[in-house]
């Protein structure tokens, strides 16, 4: 691993792993802000009842152990994949200044252009391939390569 990776995948973590904390430190805070959000994204699909509580845990949850993954760089591309949907939503649900009241649209423009910023990282950390081959590359070449082989033993 390289020693940026070594650097700036716990950095990057860090921060994720500090909204999960702070979500669950202030789940009512976060339940409240989820509960505006939920009801937009359910009434269309005809859920009736949104359990936001349990939506925010999770939610944290899945930063807080992505995070940890991230950093210590054990799976770190399906760590980043669910961090990026994870953050996807926060965004949405806590960031919306074009919902906002005046005053609060300043502060909420800004926090939604960092996490925007936050979201790009965990993108990129998602298709890093640390250097070695992908495995849509590597299943291309051993397919190539079956085919080379049964050409050689079948040739018709």
Do not use: C, Y
């Not at 999770?58 to 807080?64: E, F, K, L, S």
């Not at 993954?69 to 960031?95: E, Q, V």
């Amino acid at each position: 691993m390289s020693v940026v990776r070594r650097i700036a995948r716990p950095l990057l973590a860090a921060a994720v792993i500090n909204e999960g904390v702070t979500a669950l430190r202030s789940k009512e805070a976060a339940a409240e802000l989820a509960e505006g959000f939920g009801a937009r994204l359910a009434r269309p699909l005809g859920i009736e009842e949104t359990h936001t509580d349990v939506v925010v845990r999770a939610n944290a949850g899945v930063q807080i152990a992505g995070g940890l993954l991230l950093a210590t760089g054990r799976f770190p591309r399906l760590a980043a994949a669910a961090l990026a949907l994870s953050l996807a939503g926060t965004t949405i649900a806590r960031d919306s200044f074009w919902a906002a009241q005046s005053q609060d649209v300043p502060a909420k423009q800004a926090r939604f252009v960092a996490d925007l910023g936050l979201l790009g990282g965990v993108l990129l950390a998602a298709v890093d391939t640390a250097g070695r081959p992908s495995v849509g590359w590597r299943a291309r070449r051993a397919a190539r390569k079956a085919a080379d082989k049964a050409s050689e033993i079948a040739p018709w």
